[in-house]
């Protein structure tokens, strides 16, 4: 594979979005492609295997309740999203989803389906996906949550490997 | 259990792997992972990160078995 480096090196910003975008692009724009396939494979492969392992309702969804509906509080008169009122609160309950969100769009997928999965429905009213409380819960977990830990640090490094490159 | 096999569904489903002595097993590929990206971050050839990886994933297992024999051995202990 060609892992000759571009002429000019693009942004570390541009390197860093990309890298979020699709894990191992970042890696793959600055020319070290073989680097960036092997990485991005590994974080999609790991996190498909956590949902694989747990079912996707192993991603709770910030916002988002047990049964796939969106978490309403009342201020007031009013019923809002728990999300448009206090999205840091409800964020910290649900740990897990800020590294989960760092394999980019297939996280975010992932997220989608994941309260797809959780809500009722059809005659029977039952959910399509089907959660778990067990070890295998907390492996799943520890899967997705590590596949965007190392994107992060995978991230991180093609974004200073850019910065070097470019001065 | 066999219904549980049964109407499993990939990725809706999870796997039914009950076992306590099945489980632990999936730390393996895990441990794999993160010594791979670890070390294609770290190695400055690619030709290294294969043999590296592997070194580094066996350090990773002896020392989660390490403390894993240490951790029980304490609760032996206290258990007395």
């Known amino acids: 594979m060609d892992d000759s480096p571009p002429q000019t090196p693009p942004a570390p910003s541009l390197v860093a979005l990309a890298g979020w975008l699709v894990p191992g692009l970042g890696y793959w724009l600055l020319g070290q492609r073989t680097r960036g396939l092997t990485i991005g494979v590994t974080v999609i492969l790991l996190f498909l295997a956590g949902i694989l392992i747990g079912g996707v309702r192993v991603l709770e969804v910030p916002g988002y309740n047990r049964d796939g509906g969106k978490i309403i509080v009342s201020r007031g008169a009013d019923a809002r999203w728990v999300m448009t009122v206090a ?76 910065g070097q490159a470019s001065k | 259990m066999i219904i549980a096999i049964l109407a499993y569904t990939p990725f809706l489903y999870p796997l039914p792997v009950w076992s306590n002595r099945v489980w632990p097993w999936l730390l393996l590929p895990l441990c794999i992972a993160v010594a791979v990206v670890y070390k294609c971050t770290k190695c400055r050839s690619m030709r290294r990160v294969p043999i590296e990886s592997a070194t580094l994933a066996f350090w990773i297992v002896l020392g989660m078995s390490g403390a894993a024999v240490a951790l029980t051995v304490l609760v032996k202990v206290m258990e007395r």
Not at chain 1, 91 to 112: C, D, H
């Open chain 1, 87 to 162: 999205p840091l609160s409800e964020i910290a309950n649900k740990p897990w989803s800020i590294t989960q969100v760092l394999t980019g769009p297939l996280g975010l997928f992932g997220f989608f389906a994941s309260a797809w999965a959780s809500r009722p429905s059809g005659p029977a009213m039952s959910a399509p996906g089907v959660g778990v409380h067990s070890h295998v819960n907390e492996i799943a977990v520890l899967y997705t949550a590590v596949a965007g830990m190392l994107n992060l640090l995978a991230i991180l490094d093609a974004s200073a490997r850019a």
